[in-house]
């Protein structure tokens, strides 16, 4: 039984989780953390994380960008593994997160969902015949009109992948609004809409000559993402300090 924290208890992910662990025989909600409670959970909850006295295998985080410190010094001091899910870190705050990882197993992915995990593989082959015949490369993400950060981590995510492949030539481009110039070759244009209630849609565009290839997913609810938290919830606990990520889970699932 994987023993787990919820942090963020009280958001729209942390309640879907929530819901989906108390189904699960396989893993238990023993704590969750949250700014905001009235006291609806069946498990106790903490105002910070630095109040939680309960014993865990694992956390889950799903907050807000201003929480990941303190839960990364716990992490630290308690040597408590934890699936990082909260986008829109800092510069800093990735670097502390790698600097914890040393000491603790650490998992971060922009992306919980199977889907998204495997079309950053397949992004990678795309990019590699694709670039060298001169396709140009654009991202468009859509997602609901209360998400504080854009692009999106999945979005940004995607482009890196692609990059990496690419040996890092290629510049992230957000707004071309201030610039009256032909499209640069080496650039990867990326994409922002916010409307209604879009749980997450992203588009891969490869533009060529006459022709157009279009990598596509859609989230028809936060379940997906939830899904695979918990699954990577199960797979870090027990593992050996590092930093890992969804691929990870995959093979683990797969082996």
Same mark, same amino acid.
């Given at each position: 039984m994987t023993r787990v924290i919820m942090h963020g208890c009280n958001g729209k992910m942390g309640q879907v989780i929530s819901g989906l662990i108390a189904s699960d025989e396989e893993v238990e909600l023993v704590a969750g953390v949250d700014a905001y409670d009235d006291g609806h959970n069946p498990y106790p909850v903490f105002r910070t994380i630095s109040e939680c006295n309960v014993e865990a295998d694992c956390i889950i985080d799903f907050s807000a960008a201003p929480a990941?410190?303190?839960? $990364?010094?716990?992490?630290?001091?308690?040597?408590?593994?934890?699936? $990082?899910?909260? &986008? /829109?870190?800092?510069?800093?705050?990735?670097? !502390?997160?790698?600097?914890?990882?040393?000491?603790?197993?650490?998992?971060?992915s922009a992306n919980m969902s199977?889907?998204?995990? $495997?079309?950053?593989?397949?992004?990678?082959?795309?990019?590699?015949?694709?670039?060298?015949? /001169?396709?140009?490369?654009?991202?468009?993400?859509?997602?609901?009109?209360?998400?504080?950060?854009?692009?999106?981590?999945?979005?940004?995510?995607?482009?890196?992948?692609?990059?990496?492949e $690419?040996?890092?030539?290629?510049?992230?481009?957000?707004?071309?609004?201030? !610039?009256r110039e032909r499209r640069?070759?080496?650039?990867? /244009?990326?994409?922002?809409? !916010?409307?209604?209630?879009?749980?997450?849609?992203?588009?891969?565009?490869?533009?060529g000559s006459d022709e157009v290839v279009t990598f596509s997913h &859609?989230?028809?609810?936060?379940?997906?993402?939830g899904k695979g938290a918990v699954q990577a919830a199960k797979f870090l606990a027990g593992k050996p300090a590092g930093m890992y990520d969804m691929s990870n889970v995959i093979e683990a699932v797969l082996s």
């Open positions: 990941v410190d303190a839960l $990364l010094d716990y992490c630290e001091a308690k040597l408590v593994p934890c699936v $990082l899910c909260t &986008t /829109g870190l800092s510069e800093a705050q990735l670097a !502390r997160t790698a600097e914890v990882s040393k000491k603790v197993a650490v998992l971060k199977l889907g998204i995990n $495997l079309m950053l593989q397949l992004l990678k082959k795309a990019a590699d015949v694709l670039a060298p015949a /001169g396709f140009d490369i654009e991202i468009v993400e859509k997602h609901h009109n209360l998400k504080l950060d854009a692009p999106s981590g999945t979005a940004l995510a995607l482009a890196d992948s692609i990059n990496e $690419l040996n890092g030539a290629y510049e992230y481009v957000y707004d071309r609004s201030t !610039r640069p070759k080496k650039e990867i /244009g990326i994409s922002a809409v !916010r409307g209604g209630t879009i749980v997450g849609d992203h588009d891969v565009i490869f533009a &859609t989230a028809y609810s936060k379940a997906v993402f």
